[in-house]
């Protein structure tokens, strides 16, 4: 694929959005952020609701001044927009049961993530526009960002034009919770699915890895527990590396590190051939992600990921995890620096 079409303000047309009832499934760090954004590019209060089970969540919104209908079947009877931001494994039961049963037959659908639309997760009518908005950012910068009068990046993509006009609709919406002031960038609920799982099932997987051997080859030489955890990651250098790196270049950053480390890293990167590297990561991109093997595993754990104790799977990796010697090490540094921390 060549280069991305990327659309700005002038390409969007707020119009499109004028008597629509704009309705924001889940008001967590995206939902309060998207709505917020949205509010104060113009839309009229009283065009926005939130729909949101009885929580906290839901008298967050409240205090911000929105609408609230805990009723889904309502909310999804008025809706001519629906943002759909709840997290992903529990959309399909809550959309499908809930939503997808009242909603008009010409509604528009948004998601931020491509996941259950990409694995046909989701079930719509063929006269309803399903269209990605996803900004790149977590909701709180996605928020920050725009009262600053700043755009931030986004994915924007119709993945199904029932009416014709899914694009205009798409771009309205990016416009008006502010992604297009910085560039929406055209893409696809496949390719924003497959890079999201692919940096979580491949790229950071290894990562973590690689942290963990290189700890324990490193405290097998003699180096402290203290030494290890701040050189490795609790000084906040990877962080500040990876901001440089966004902000000059994912090479070109190394110019700020001294030149023994730019020798170093330069001369060994180049080293490595990476062919057995390469063959792992096609095989987690085509054998457990766009084969469905991941989707279809994670579908049967869901209910799990809901319960308490070990019985609930996520939990009972993180279990596993406490045993790795660099988890035990930084609970017993950071034990006894609590006080400076």
Same mark, same amino acid.
């Given at each position: 694929?060549?280069?991305?079409?990327?659309?700005?303000?002038?390409?969007?047309?707020?119009?499109?959005?004028?008597?629509?009832?704009?309705?924001?499934?889940?008001?967590?760090?995206?939902?309060?952020?998207?709505?917020?954004?949205?509010?104060?590019?113009?839309?009229?209060?009283?065009?926005?609701?939130?729909?949101?089970?009885?929580?906290?969540?839901?008298?967050?919104?409240?205090?911000?001044?929105?609408?609230?209908?805990?009723?889904?079947?309502?909310?999804?009877?008025?809706?001519?927009?629906?943002?759909?931001?709840?997290?992903?494994?529990?959309?399909?039961?809550?959309?499908?049961?809930?939503?997808?049963?009242?909603?008009?037959?010409?509604?528009?659908?948004?998601?931020?993530?491509?996941?259950?639309?990409?694995?046909?997760?989701?079930?719509?009518?063929?006269?309803?526009?399903?269209?990605?908005?996803?900004?790149?950012?977590?909701?709180?910068?996605?928020?920050?960002?725009?009262?600053?009068?700043?755009?931030?990046?986004?994915?924007?993509?119709?993945?199904?034009?029932?009416?014709?006009?899914?694009?205009?609709?798409?771009?309205?919406?990016?416009?008006?919770?502010?992604?297009?002031?910085?560039?929406?960038?055209?893409?696809?609920?496949?390719?924003?699915?497959?890079?999201?799982?692919?940096?979580?099932?491949?790229?950071?997987?290894?990562?973590?890895?690689?942290?963990?051997?290189?700890?324990?080859?490193?405290?097998?030489?003699?180096?402290?527990? /203290?030494?290890?955890?701040?050189?490795?990651? *609790?000084?906040?250098?990877? =962080? %500040?590396?990876?901001? @440089? #790196?966004?902000?000059? &270049?994912?090479?070109?950053?190394?110019?700020?590190?001294?030149?023994?480390?730019?020798?170093?890293?330069?001369?060994?990167?180049?080293?490595?051939?990476?062919?057995?590297?390469?063959?792992?990561?096609?095989?987690?991109?085509?054998?457990?992600?766009?084969?469905?093997?991941?989707?279809?595993?994670?579908?049967?754990?869901?209910?799990?990921?809901?319960?308490?104790?070990?019985?609930?799977?996520?939990? /009972?990796?993180?279990?596993?995890?406490?045993? *790795?010697?660099?988890?035990? =090490? %930084?609970?017993?540094? @950071? #034990?006894?620096?609590? &006080?400076?921390?």
């Amino acid at each position: 694929m060549g280069q991305a079409k990327i659309y700005y303000d002038s390409d969007a047309d707020l119009g499109v959005l004028s008597n629509k009832k704009i309705v924001f499934l889940g008001f967590g760090n995206q939902g309060s952020a998207q709505a917020q954004n949205l509010r104060d590019s113009g839309i009229p209060n009283d065009q926005i609701l939130i729909a949101n089970r009885v929580d906290s969540y839901a008298e967050t919104a409240k205090a911000k001044g929105f609408h609230v209908e805990h009723d889904f079947a309502k909310a999804a009877e008025v809706a001519d927009v629906l943002f759909i931001l709840i997290p992903d494994q529990v959309q399909p039961r809550v959309f499908n049961e809930q939503f997808s049963p009242k909603l008009k037959s010409n509604a528009t659908i948004v998601v931020a993530s491509g996941y259950n639309v990409f694995f046909n997760l989701l079930k719509f009518q063929p006269g309803q526009d399903v269209v990605m908005v996803a900004p790149r950012m977590i909701g709180s910068s996605v928020r920050s960002l725009h009262e600053k009068g700043h755009g931030f990046p986004c994915f924007v993509s119709v993945e199904q034009n029932g009416t014709g006009k899914g694009l205009d609709a798409a771009l309205a919406l990016s416009r008006a919770i502010g992604a297009t002031k910085q560039g929406a960038i055209a893409s696809s609920v496949r390719e924003e699915t497959v890079m999201d799982l692919f940096a979580e099932q491949a790229l950071w997987p290894n990562i973590i890895m690689m942290f963990r051997e290189a700890f324990n080859i490193l405290k097998d030489a003699g180096c402290s527990d /203290e030494a290890l955890c701040y050189e490795m990651w *609790m000084s906040k250098e990877p =962080a %500040e590396i990876f901001e @440089r #790196a966004a902000d000059d &270049g994912f090479v070109a950053q190394l110019k700020h590190h001294s030149t023994v480390s730019q020798y170093g890293q330069l001369s060994g990167s180049l080293k490595l051939e990476g062919g057995a590297m390469r063959e792992h990561f096609k095989d987690i991109l085509y054998n457990q992600i766009l084969s469905g093997k991941f989707c279809k595993a994670f579908s049967q754990i869901e209910d799990d990921l809901d319960k308490e104790g070990d019985t609930n799977p996520l939990n /009972e990796l993180y279990k596993r995890s406490e045993e *790795m010697e660099l988890v035990k =090490a %930084e609970k017993r540094v @950071r #034990a006894r620096l609590a &006080g400076l921390l």
